[in-house]
């Protein structure tokens, strides 16, 4: 079974911080996806990467970044956390670009004070 | 317009009943269109996964699409309590990142 990990379930922190979020997979997929979901706007597409190095906007990339050193690690950084970034992120990888199915980790529910 | 409109629900039925779900999308260009389930607290799982038009089956769970009025369907039969969850569906030209609806929230009632 496709394996997606994220580091963290909850996380608190404060405005300001900066904050990593991780996520590894398992399955060798080139891959990988950032997305938030919040109440009434559903998942958005935050950033998205196609191979190791690579990284591509999605949506809603605004003080989001990301980076992609390894094929199985796709780390979401908040260069300086706010409240409106307090969300559930959701990582998710796949073997093709968009055609095959991704599949999610279990998610980090993040809070910004 | 959006590019995928989803029912936001929430949809409460008992026990086995028919639910049907639905979405519409606006590009014609998309032709992978898939159900994703979520439980609470939970990601969101690949439920059923269809290409271009017709119907495909899969226990008690029957996707539907219907290109000409871009109209996608997830009818689920004979519903349990442990099919409440929120479903998303999600759709693709293939070379693209999905895009999903907002989801609808159902809950079957015991």
């Known amino acids: 079974d496709v394996k997606v990990t994220q580091s963290s379930r909850y996380l608190v922190k404060r405005t300001g911080e900066k904050v990593f979020l991780e996520c590894v997979q398992d399955?060798?997929?080139?891959?990988m996806f950032w997305y938030r979901q919040d109440p009434g706007l559903g998942l958005r597409l935050i950033y998205f990467?196609?191979?190791?190095?690579?990284?591509e906007k999605g949506d809603i990339p605004e003080g989001y970044s990301v980076s992609r050193e390894k094929k199985e690690r796709f780390s979401l950084i908040l260069e300086s956390a706010s409240t409106n970034q307090t969300s559930m992120y959701l990582c998710?990888?796949?073997?093709?670009?968009?055609?095959?199915?991704?599949?999610f980790g279990p998610g980090t529910r993040l809070l910004v004070l | 317009q959006k590019e995928v409109e989803q029912d936001p629900g929430p949809l409460s039925v008992p026990e086995g009943a028919i639910v049907s779900l639905n979405c519409t999308y606006s590009?014609?260009?998309?032709?992978?269109f898939m159900w994703y389930r979520q439980y609470s607290r939970k990601g969101p799982e690949l439920l059923m996964y269809t290409y271009s038009s017709g119907n495909k089956e899969d226990g008690r769970f029957t996707a539907q699409v219907d290109k000409s009025s871009k109209y996608i369907s997830l009818f689920i039969r004979d519903s349990q309590p442990s099919d409440s969850a929120t479903y998303l569906c999600?759709?693709?030209?293939?070379?693209?990142?999905?895009?999903f609806g907002k989801g609808t929230r159902l809950s079957v009632i015991a």
């Open positions: 998710a990888s796949s073997f093709d670009g968009g055609r095959e199915t991704q599949y």
């Open positions: 399955m060798d997929h080139e891959n």
């Open positions: 999600a759709v693709n030209s293939g070379n693209t990142p999905l895009v």
């Open positions: 990467s196609y191979d190791v190095k690579m990284k």
């Open positions: 590009n014609s260009a998309f032709q992978y």
